[in-house]
T-cell receptor
């Protein structure tokens, strides 16, 4: 069974640019959540996708957007990058939506905005 | 609304000593509670979870936690620390409905001294 994978591992972008981060869910999982983890902080919920539809969103501006594909892989897009967007971005997949279902986390993508 | 407070951003114990990491939560609905561990440059791994069954929850690597509703606490313990336990630990809460995300505390860094 393949776990959650994320690409790229590291990324350096310039302020104002756009970035796309990718996530492959664990086999059989239909729900994916994205989190932002700033240095020294706990992860913060960005949004969740369930069967290709957005199923909840945290306190992040619209320049953070996402997609989930029919194979349940997912993308996180961030437009107009700001210095504060520098963080570890974590993707987590689960068998279904709902708090009782364990979320399996990928290793993350480290984004640095200069 | 839900929130998590982890008391102590850094805890240091001797190898073989008791590990106690504190977590208090606030939730407007019956909570599900989780402890995750994060090793350097890695994603999050679930240690254990409480989903309204037994209040004493046993997890991996010898860790356990007790849900105390009256104290709104979910402290993590391990009788005897091992060097390999050194990592960042996060407590998280979610609601028991379909689209409540994980809300994380700020984390506690555990150091184990030989």
């Amino acid at each position: 069974e393949t776990g959650v994978t994320q690409s790229p591992t590291h990324l350096i972008k310039t302020r104002g640019q756009q970035v796309t981060l990718r996530c492959s869910s664990q086999s059989g999982h239909n729900t994916v959540s994205w989190y932002q983890q700033a240095l020294g902080q706990g992860p913060q919920f960005i949004f969740q996708y369930y069967r290709e539809e957005e199923n909840g969103r945290g306190n992040f501006p619209p320049r953070f957007s996402g997609l989930q594909f029919p194979n349940y892989s997912s993308e996180l897009n961030v437009n107009a990058l700001e210095l504060d967007d520098s963080a570890l971005y974590l993707c987590a997949s689960s068998l279904d939506r709902g708090g009782s279902y364990e979320q399996y986390f990928g290793p993350g993508t480290r984004l640095t905005v200069t | 609304a839900q929130s998590v407070t982890q008391l102590g951003s850094h805890v240091s114990v001797s190898e073989g000593a008791l590990v106690l990491l504190r977590c208090n939560y606030s939730s407007s609905v019956p909570p599900y509670l989780f402890w995750y561990v994060q090793y350097p440059n890695q994603g999050l791994q679930l240690l254990l979870k409480y989903t309204s069954a037994a209040t004493l929850v046993k997890g991996i690597n010898g860790f356990e936690a007790e849900f105390k509703k009256s104290e709104t606490s979910f402290h993590l313990t391990k009788p005897s620390a091992h060097m390999s336990d050194a990592a960042e630990y996060f407590c998280a809460v979610s609601g028991n409905s379909g689209n409540t995300p994980l809300v994380f505390g700020k984390g506690t860094r555990l150091s184990v001294i030989a």
